[in-house]
């Protein structure tokens, strides 16, 4: 796993990327070089800089100091649509979605964006090609049956599938999840991530998951980043890392055994 | 392909019943009409914006620059043709519309509203300044003629009716098709989320800009219509009640339905016509009054009524 | 399913029901009246001052001549004995709007004349639309000169003289009462009425007093209310003369601000069209303020005196417990106008009620005897009037409790105003050929 | 005397004014969301109800003491803000909160068509005088120029009410939950604030701001119909360049548009007209949202 770390480019790098608001740190030296199709998991309770970490490497956030590359190419102060542009894509804490359309209207939109050209006036978005194409994406992440609904009709599940959908559309190389199943029913969990996984190994996207479920890091991960305080305590393969007593005091706050109960 | 056809049907149903009303229609009904469909093109410059989540509260800016494009040209070129005016009035607005969208496709909500109007509200002052083109008294506009017809008295309302009638139907349909575009589509999806469409890799600056443009080319052709059926141009027209008023309509039509628009701003002129003459006194409380109810009881405009776009779908 | 055809369709029945309503709701009377439109200001900041006051003298005097309670010449009843009715129509709200309403009047509502307007952007703006619906339009208040120095219509009177008259004799009063003048100032509303009138009066001073010599001229924006800062700025440059057009809500304003900064103790102030805010500010208007009424009207009409005058003064005193000022004045003259234009119309055509052609055969070059003194319709080729005018000096009369006018000077119409067929500007500019004065 | 010192007395003259018939549009945006149109409508009944009060102060008696009139100046705008703020808040207003807030200035519009003519019901279209509280204070010399003693108070005032505002917001209890209303709604409502009594007051003393501006203005100008349709446009140019929702702001810009007005009245008149939108493309090409930001931030 690990030693797949070493060979080529890595997908993603970030050098000694600092971020602080006021008085609090929220990236203190992080330090990453995550290689081709590797799948790792971020863990940190609330506030240990996770979130900041995704925000900075998808351009919502600029860095203080450091670096961020993409396959070698410095993105550090690029913004959120070049850095899509550029391969990177993300899902939100909170899946960032159009209320206003139905399930496969966001699908639409996510593809009439995806085509390298920009969104024609003249080109119709619903011309029977693109639907096909979105009832496949809504096939593979198994939500067909929503297309028609709008958003505040859609269980907490629903809503982050659709939001990764989206974000699928763009065939990114790097993909960040924020929390993938936080605020899903327990029995949804697992089915949720085993679509998701499936999907993004099919197409050898490389991903960074933030998680708080110690059962899907160890699961579905083969590294894992530990944030405390904004810095990274541990970085290691789950088991390490999770049986690591700095990461058990300040993260998971218990032995792995009873976490996983 | 099934939906492009549909609105075949539609417009050339809309260009009969516009064209058979109007040979029905009294003349000051004619009239009415005219000024109601024309300054309903303005109010659907503003419902493409409100279909990305942006109200601009100064298209008088661009349906004042139509209407003095008539005039200047009537005053000082001696050009009259109805065709050569659009033209020119919409190229002007192109031009002023490119300058100024992408610097106010920066503003979002109240602060988009509030700046657009006060580019109107420049453009009102300069105009009152200009006492070589009638200062605040404004400047009269010959009558048009088509294509070397010059009509005059009914044959002219009509003619002009006629006209509107056309380029109505065409710009509605040109506009529903490009609701129906991807562009379209984004820009409803700007409206709900933007944060979103970034994340998508789409610029909403551009989104709002082409928007902004269109809507200008619009309120152009509202002007140069209603600058021509007047008569008579001054700077009222930029005047930030007039930009009022286009935004009235579009809220009252909502940002689903293009005849909406129309219907919209033909009931606007029509109350506040008979208010008018019924409630000289008090027409202002009854336009308030009728404001206030529709947006009560219509919260998605009169386009709610007869337009659902909820069946996703099929 | 989204079928644009079904939305259409049910657009347009909304749309249709509407039209519908409306003209079901069309009034459409033809019975033997004469159906009069009249607009003027309902609303707004010109309501006050000039619409209301206008539009209540023209209610009054209808109901006299329906009743038949004018002297002669105006003793027949009504118009020639149709009687009178009238649609009022508020002028508020712009140009564009009114030419609408006047389509609405005239095509709407079939109505046999249109009297009104003050705003001149209207006075610009309606005339086309009168000629190309042959309708028969009085002008009764405006001030621009534009009207007929830039267009010539067949349809289309004015019966109130153009504002040049108010500056030129503003100027004149000047000269004829020895009123020192090495340097004035002008404040005057930032629109079309404001630069004509100061570029009138500083043509005026430069034929009558060329050495009086104009220092600053601000233009406020109209109802601004606030003239703190032009006050400073015209106190800084010390002028003789302080002139202003300033009329209505922002006059009275004006005043209020000014003389508690004691510009009237420092500088003649002169008022082109000043007379209309005495009955509201009373003592709060100075002693010494030089003013005019745009005509004979008001206070100098008063002070000449006459039958008409009188019973008018008094009726209109009765009936709103102020007297009338140049608005209801500019209304009657343009009332009388219509009747003798009318009645002559009868007189020749035997007694029917005259077409719209006939009415403005009758009108052209008349000339009338009014409340505010000889009213011809001497320019733009029989179409514009010209009438007499008068400044005079405001003194507070402690006696009576009132404000009057003193020192009083009338000028003859042709005194104050260019012959047929040249501008006003340049007739000015010429230094006044041909100007009769006695 | 210096033209500049004139300029800056001038300027600071106008720019009081300015702020005291913009502070309340600028506390009800701030609180409420709603940018209203009909605050120059509040403005004018407010100058209407003090004409008529004073009016009726001095018709019995009020001689005896003169200064009191300002109380009754005072006093009449405190009656139009319980009178009318509970209408059109918990009236209608209310309706529109969640909305876009852009229906709120649609809303407040016909609010504005409305009571334009309501007056016009109310007090007839004749104009009303109560100049006696202008000439109380008598006029003060400065050089060639006399300045009316009332204008100095009306600076002092809008100072003491702006001042009090901010007091309020920042320094009392009841202010402090309003500032946690203006910064965060749904947090507040969950921390059990009673937005709706916070609504109602702010708009209130929104209410109250705008009628005792025009019970300041009444003074000095002729109350008559339509005063208060130019009222709401110079506001707004204050406030959006302020800042929309910002005391400081308000006030800031109030200033700045005073000087910079009187100085072009002083040295180029022509140019007056724009000078208040000059300001304030100038401030939004720097400050997109004016010079008192509060930037909302969004969670992701």
Redesign the interface.
Known sequence: MSTSASTGTPALETRGLMKSFGAVTAAHDITVSVPERAVWSLIGTNGAGKTTFVNMVTGYLHPDQGTILFQGQDITRLGPREVTRAGICRSFQIPQLCSELTVLENVLVALAIADPKPPSFFRKARESAAEDRAMEILKRFRIEEHRGRLMTELSAGVRKLLDIAMSMCGHPKVMLLDEPTSGVAAEEKFPIMDLVMEALTAENVTTLFVEHDMDIVTRYSDRVLAFYDGRIIADDAPDEVLSDPQVQRYVTGTAPAEASS | MK?LS??R??SL??LA?LIG?GLA?????L???T?GLAKALVSLGIVVQMRAGLVSFGQGLFFCIGAYVAGLMANFAGLTDIFVLTGISVLACLAIGGIFGPLLANYRGIFFAMLSLSLSMILYGIL??M?SL?????L?VA?PTFAGYAP??RA?SLSLYLYTSFIVVAIGAIL?TGFDSQHGLVSLAVRSNELRVEYLGASVRRTNAINYVISAMLGGIGGVI?GLA???V?P??A?WT?SGEFVFVAILAGYL?I??V??AS??L??V???S??YF??T??MVLGVFLLVIILTLPNG?GS???R?R?GG? | ????????????A???L??G???G?QAASHSETFKIGVVTF????A??SF??PAWNGGKLMIDMLNKGELPAPYDQKGFGGLMIEA????EAG????Q???F??LV???KVDAVLGYVS??DC??VP??AE?LKAFLVLYDCG?P?VFE??SYNYVFRTAAHAAMDNISLAKYMTSRGIKVGSFAGVNQ???WG?DSWADFVASMGILMPDAKAT??????I????Y???I??V??E?PDLLHSSLW??DL??FM??AS???IHKRMQVALAAGDH?IP??GQ?MPDGIILGARGMNGLAAHAKGGELVDLLWDRYKAEYGVFPVQAPFRMWQGLLGVKTAVEAAMKANGGKKPTAEQMAAAMKGQTWEAPSGTITMALGNGHQAIQPNAIGTTKWDEAAGEMTLVDVEYYDAECVNPPNGIKAVDWIKAGFPGAKCN | ?D?FL?IL???L??GA?LFIVSVGLTLVFGVLGILNLAHGSLYAIGAYSTATAVGIYFAYGGDAFPLGSYAVMALAALLVAVVIAPLLERGLLRHFYHRDEVIGVLVTYGVFLIL??AI?LIWG???L?V?EP??LLG?VEAG?????A??FLVIAVSAVAGFAVWYFLNRTRRGKVMLAVIHDREMSQTMGVNVDKVFLLAFGAGVFLAAFGGAL?AP???V????G??VIIVAFAVIIIGGLGSIEGAALGAVMVGIS??AS??LM??L??FIIYFVMAVVLIFRPEGIFVRTQTRKI
Not at chain 2, 25 to 29: E, H, I, M, S, T
Not at chain 3, 216 to 221: A, D, I, N, R, V
Not at chain 4, 224 to 227: R, W
């Open positions: 939906a549909d609105i049907v539609a149903l809309a019943l009303g229609l009294p003349d000051w009904a009239f009415l009409m000024i009152s300044k006492n009638g200062g605040t008294d404004g009269n009558a005059e008295g002219l529903r209603t007047i008569g008579h001054d009222e027209y005047y007039t339905s005849p909406a129309f219907v033909i009931i002129e029509l506040r016509s008979f008018n003459l000289p006194n027409w202002q009169l009524l007869f337009h776009r069946e099929s | 399913m989204r079928s644009s055809v079904k939305r259409l369709v049910s657009a347009t909304a749309a249709a509407s039209l309503i409306a003209a709701a309902l609303s707004g900041g309501a006050e619409g209301v649609i009022e129509i508020d712009g140009a564009t709007k030419v609408q309403e389509r609405n095509q709407r509502e001149s952007g610009l703006a086309p639309v190309e621009t534009r830039e267009g930032d629109y079309a630069h600053t001229s601000l233009f406020p924006k109802f601004a209310g606030q703190g800062t032009e400073s700025a106190m800084r010390k209505g809500g009275q304003a209020l601000q508690a900064r004691g805010v509201q500010l709060k | 005397m033209l004139v007395v001038d300027g003259i106008y004014w334009e003519d016009k279209v004749d104009p005088f100049y202008y000439d006029m060639p120029l006399f300045y009316v009332y204008d203005t000095m100008i002729s008559s119909p339509g005063i349709v130019n007005r009187a009245v002083h008149p022509e007056e007209l």
